[in-house]
Each structure stands twice: as structure tokens, then as C-alpha cells.
């Protein structure tokens, strides 16, 4: 199975502060047909986790310009420019690659 | 407005069964892969399984595989997940979504309390 793992597992930072979160597989996350299986979720408190970037770095529809996310291969980072409230949640790394699908262990993102 | 709306939480002994339903509106169900994860209590995420458009393939965690089954009604819309043999650690608020390769629809989620 692939395991995804996260750092740092929590992070504090200061309103219109930036945030920064890494995520690694252990295979790459690369398939044959050229695309990257990798996506971001946010599970904000008390919701259902919500899909913010498909495939290493394309914002869902209705996703904010500060979230953004880059990466290849196995090395993955989610970056939000200026954290605002409402971005308090727990960030997911998850790969599609192959099954079984796996999710990194999440980051708590709160503010400072 | 697309909806999953889920049902069939509860609580259970170790060793019972417990059957989870989502039922699909807003999109056309019957073309869409679904998925199950779980989320053990205070615990990350955990995908738990899925099942293509006509149910003829399914795919399973190991922890999952001979205790746990997916299946789909497309007549009715709905996705259930049919849980057996169930353990303490198979406690966790469970969630349906639309699987295209990543789960950008999700249900509400629904609980299950494996306890004597």
C-alpha cells in the first residue's frame, strides 16, 4: 500500500500569515496516462471533508486564489497565502493512484 | 443540488451487523463509481472501499475484505455498505461520496458504535 505522511501534523499561524503543508508518498503518484493522482481535502470542524485541489494543483470550482498546491512525483505541498478564519480545519493529502486509496495522517491548521 | 443522504447509523455489539445506506440525488447515479470512508473518533481518514457504475467491481481495505460489502441499487439511487462480524475498531462516523477518483461529493456522514 501507498503511505502518505504529512508535516507538520499542527500548525499555528497568524491571521493573513502564510501556511504551509508537505506531503510524501512512498511510490510515485505518477501514472502512465501522464496525470498526477493527487488531491487536498479540508474537513472543517464538524463537516464532511471537502475536495480543495485535484490533481496536485487544480482549485476545485469555488476554491479561494490563495490555496494553492505544487509538487511531483512523491513530494507534494499545499501553500495558503494569507490563512484567513475560515481555513481552520484539518488538511488531507490523499492518493488515487492505485487502490487501496490512502490518506495522509492530516494536518490541524488553527489560527494563532 | 446534488445531495448524498445517509442513514443507517447506530449502535451495535461486537460481533453484529449494521447496514449503511446513501441515498443519491442531483446527479445521475447510475454512472458515478462511490466510495466509502470511515473516520474513527478523533482519527484521520480512512477509505474503506468503492464500487463501480454497475457493481460489478468492488474494491476493498484489507481490514474490510469478507465482513464488509458495497453494493448499489441504481433504481433507487442508493449505495449501501453492509457491515458483518463488526469490531470495536470498526467504530467511526462513516461517509458516502462520488468517487472519480478523487470524492468530490460527499455525504453527511453517519454514525457506528461497535460496544457491549
Known amino acids: 500500500d501507498i503511505v502518505m505522511t504529512q508535516t507538520p501534523l499542527s500548525l499555528s499561524v497568524a491571521p493573513g500569515q502564510p501556511a504551509s503543508i508537505s506531503c510524501k508518498s512512498t511510490q510515485s503518484l505518477l501514472d502512465r496516462d501522464g496525470r498526477t493522482y493527487l488531491y487536498w481535502y479540508v474537513q472543517k470542524p464538524g463537516q464532511s471533508p471537502q475536495l480543495l485541489i485535484n490533481e496536485v494543483s487544480s482549485r476545485v470550482s469555488g476554491v479561494p486564489e490563495r490555496f494553492s498546491g505544487s509538487g511531483s512525483g512523491t513530494d507534494f505541498t499545499l501553500k495558503i497565502s494569507r490563512l484567513e478564519a475560515d481555513d481552520v480545519g484539518i488538511y488531507y493529502c490523499?492518493?488515487?493512484?492505485?487502490?487501496?486509496?490512502?490518506f495522509g495522517p492530516g494536518t490541524q491548521v488553527e489560527i494563532k | 443540488e446534488v445531495q448524498l443522504e445517509q442513514s443507517g447509523g447506530g449502535l451495535v455489539q461486537p460481533g453484529g451487523s449494521l447496514r449503511l445506506s446513501c441515498v443519491v440525488s442531483g446527479l445521475t447515479f447510475s454512472t458515478n463509481w462511490m466510495t466509502w470512508v470511515r473516520q474513527a473518533p478523533g482519527k484521520g481518514l480512512e477509505w474503506v472501499g468503492n464500487?463501480?457504475?454497475?457493481?460489478?467491481?468492488?474494491n476493498y481495505i484489507d481490514s474490510v475484505k469478507g465482513r464488509f460489502t458495497i453494493s448499489r441499487d441504481n433504481a433507487k439511487n442508493s449505495l449501501y455498505l453492509e457491515m458483518n462480524s463488526l469490531r470495536v475498531e470498526d467504530m467511526a462516523v462513516y461517509y458516502c461520496?462520488?468517487?472519480?477518483?478523487?470524492?468530490?461529493?460527499w455525504g453527511q456522514g453517519t454514525m457506528v458504535i461497535v460496544s457491549s
Open positions: 464500487i463501480n457504475p454497475r457493481g460489478s467491481e468492488r
Open positions: 490523499m492518493q488515487s493512484i492505485e487502490h487501496p486509496k490512502t
Open positions: 461520496a462520488r468517487d472519480r477518483r478523487p470524492f468530490d461529493i
